[in-house]
């Protein structure tokens, strides 16, 4: 089973799937990503999962030099563990993908288990037009996208991020497959454990938002890892706040965020991540569940300390 305890709430504040059209509300330059971070911080989020923006007309950008625009302001603003993108955004290679981090030398990271069709195409149904070019192609093109996660990529990503910072991962796993790759890397002993493992739901290209998918791949998680990883989960759109909730009943940790989820409610549009970070943390609250802090999120993964990152 996995090792559980108070509950880790990541935020994941921008993401690269959604564009600026799709909500107001979706921090987009260096400064709406530190101050909406620190607000989620403040509402309960012990890890901040980030990506950056072209400040400019809201794209996703690799630069290492617009991460450098706010992850010292949200450093010394919060406690937060922070958590850098290695998945990047569509198109980007893993040398893109890589510059931030390996110049921010943070403490934990995202880490996708395996390629795999991510397809965004089906949101140009819901919007007639778009604030930007680029939003229109950057959803059309991801119908003939392969998100590329190789063996040799994730070694790479391992061997140079992990081994050669001492950053930790949380290992993103989008369908069943991929629990069994990250367990092969468990075997060679590329990865450590305790292993923070994040069950991902409702992407077209994945495993499906379903309660049965949760609950097996909690199975299945149970049953590769033991007692050696931390359960989390996360799951797009209106899926999101069920099926976390069901995670966390479950004994796992929860992931929210506007990368995940532009709504807090059927139709709602979420004014923040901290919004999203308060609605989940009063319902687990209600539940009976504790929040775990920064420091003990820290405890729980191994992780090797805010004085330890090179921003």
């Excluded at 794209?59 to 010394?76: E, G, S």
């Excluded at 497959?177 to 002993?189: N, Q």
């Amino acid at each position: 089973m996995a090792k559980t305890g108070k509950v880790i709430i990541t935020c994941a504040v921008t993401g690269s799937i959604h564009t600026p059209t799709m909500s107001p509300y979706l921090p987009l330059t260096p400064d709406e990503v530190a101050g909406q971070a620190i607000e989620a911080a403040e509402a309960g989020a012990a890890i901040l999962h980030l990506h950056a923006r072209d400040p400019k007309d809201g794209r996703p950008t690799p630069d290492p030099k617009v991460f450098m625009q706010f992850l010292p302001r949200i450093k010394q603003a919060s406690d937060a563990v922070i958590n850098i993108t290695t998945g990047g955004g569509h198109g980007m290679t893993l040398e893109e993908r890589l510059a931030a981090p390996l110049k921010a030398s943070p403490e934990m990271c995202s880490l996708n288990m395996g390629s795999m069709n991510f397809g965004l195409f089906p949101m140009l149904a819901r919007y007639k037009e778009f604030r930007h070019d680029w939003e229109r192609v950057h959803l059309e093109n991801s119908r003939d996208f392969i998100f590329r996660n190789t063996f040799k990529d994730i070694e790479y990503i391992l061997r140079h991020l992990g081994e050669a910072h001492g950053t930790r991962f949380e290992f993103e796993c989008y369908d069943i497959g991929h629990l069994y790759t990250l367990a092969h890397f468990l075997d060679r002993k590329l990865v450590k454990p305790p292993l923070f493992v994040q069950s991902i739901f409702g992407i077209l290209g994945g495993i499906g938002a379903d309660p049965e998918n949760v609950a097996h791949a909690k199975h299945i998680a149970d049953r590769l890892f033991g007692e050696q990883y931390y359960w989390s989960i996360l799951a797009a759109g209106r899926h999101q706040l069920p099926l976390v909730t069901m995670g966390a009943v479950m004994g796992g940790n929860i992931r929210v965020g506007l990368e995940d989820s532009l709504f807090v409610g059927k139709g709602q549009l979420a004014k923040s991540n901290a919004e999203q970070v308060r609605r989940i943390r009063s319902i687990l609250e209600n539940l009976s569940l504790e929040i775990a802090s920064p420091k003990e999120a820290r405890e729980m993964l191994s992780l090797k300390g805010g004085d330890a990152v090179a921003f």
